[in-house]
């Protein structure tokens, strides 16, 4: 951020005089081309998710979330019944357009409007959904609701400092790290210190190209795999 100079000298910020609080985001579909987000209803996706999350062999993809695994589909579904009451989270529920199945989810959260900021959180990605195409699409089609749509200034990636997987997805996708907030949260019990990652809207355009020239159907061979990596056009795009 540039500085410029006030009355007495000082450095201050640039001034947003057409800044105007931003909407919260809609409970609504969201379409892609291999996924499409759906608005979290235990009625239309607990079962199909309980049954993604049980293709894994262990409970390991819920270490850094907020809650255990749920054994059965009952707590599933408690589960979901839960957090589609919830508007900040905000969930949404991951559907491969091919099997129409849900196989994922996550949420926008710590929504705040007056200041343009908003944070992706609580990824709930199955094996079905891990490592694909539908995957990277899920997290872009809700950047391109924050910025395009919504018009955010700052979109926001926060997780356990021990969960790697979560820090090398981050930084795959284009956010840059910005620091450690040391003892921020208690949960499960246990002590977190947590890893901020942030894209602001400056950065945008150029992550949105490098999105969709990963995502077009040219970029895939006959089997589904990439032809070349996001982060490949992400430095082209730079």
């Known amino acids: 951020m540039s500085a410029r100079q006030n009355e007495f000298g000082q450095s201050i910020g640039p001034d947003l005089p057409e800044w105007t609080p931003r909407a919260q985001p809609p409970r609504r579909l969201v379409e892609g081309r291999f996924c499409r987000l759906e608005p979290i209803d235990a009625s239309k996706h607990a079962n199909d998710l309980h049954a993604a999350y049980a293709q894994a062999p262990d409970g390991r993809d819920w270490t850094y979330l907020g809650i255990e695994r749920p054994a059965e589909a009952e707590g599933t579904r408690a589960y979901i019944e839960r957090i589609a009451k919830s508007t900040d989270p905000l969930h949404f529920a991951v559907i491969d357009r091919q099997s129409g199945r849900a196989v994922g989810s996550l949420a926008l959260m710590r ?17 079905l959904l891990k490592n694909t195409p539908m995957s990277t699409e899920a997290q872009y089609l809700l950047m391109k609701l924050a910025f395009d749509e919504l018009g955010y200034r700052r979109y926001e990636w926060k997780c356990d400092n021990f969960n790697e997987p979560s820090k090398r997805a981050a930084l795959r996708l284009g956010f840059k790290y910005e620091g450690l907030f040391r003892q921020a949260v208690i949960y499960k019990g246990r002590g977190r210190d947590t890893a901020w990652f942030s894209i ?29 990596s996001l982060d490949k056009f992400r430095l082209a795009s730079a």
């Open 200 to 228: 602001i809207d400056s950065e945008w355009p150029a992550l949105r190209t490098a999105f969709e020239r990963w995502l077009a159907p040219g970029n895939f061979d006959a089997q589904g795999r990439q032809r070349m």
């Open 111 to 127: 929504i705040d409007p007056a200041n343009g900021a908003i944070e992706v959180g609580t990824v709930n990605f199955s094996p």
